[in-house]
């Protein structure tokens, strides 16, 4: 790990990371909609950091992940973008009803809280790579 990092943007990333551990053990018990939310945390808390450590800011107060990947300005694949913009909703949808999905718990599919969490994996991981967190 790079020693210039400051103690506040590790702080964020090994946030997201443990929210990723929330994700995959919700995704495990069957609670897809707390492992799309756990997920959409994971991925912005490693874009604040990366706001943090790329642009020497403070990151806005705002839980649009499209909005801060933008912020970033990072070049991702297409799968990673899409992902991110594709999970952004999550933060609402995934824990109140009649938000978007009448009943989350029960209408989110495995498939989908699968796809979206293994997005995020390589994202989080990327941004690790990128800041010098993770080699």
């Known amino acids: 790990m790079n020693e210039n990092i400051r103690s506040e943007v590790v702080d964020w990333y090994d946030a997201a990371l443990i929210d ?5 053990s919700a995704f495990m018990n ?5 492992a799309l939310f756990a997920t959409h945390q994971a991925v912005e808390k490693a874009l604040k950091a990366a706001i943090m450590a790329l642009k020497k800011k403070r ?3 705002t839980h649009d992940l499209t909005r801060l990947l933008a912020l ?5 694949e297409r799968e990673l973008e899409i992902g991110i913009s594709e999970l952004s909703p999550y933060y609402i949808i995934a824990r109140y009803p009649n938000a978007g999905l009448e009943r989350p718990w029960e209408s989110i599919s495995k ?4 796809r979206l969490i293994e997005i995020a994996e390589k994202l989080v991981t990327k941004i690790g790579e990128i800041i010098g967190i993770k080699e």
């Open 72 to 76: 970033t300005e990072l070049k991702l």
């Open 59 to 61: 990151p806005p107060k």
């Open 20 to 24: 990723l551990e929330e994700a995959r």
């Open 30 to 34: 069957k609670r897809y909609n707390w």
């Open 111 to 114: 498939e989908t809280a699968q």
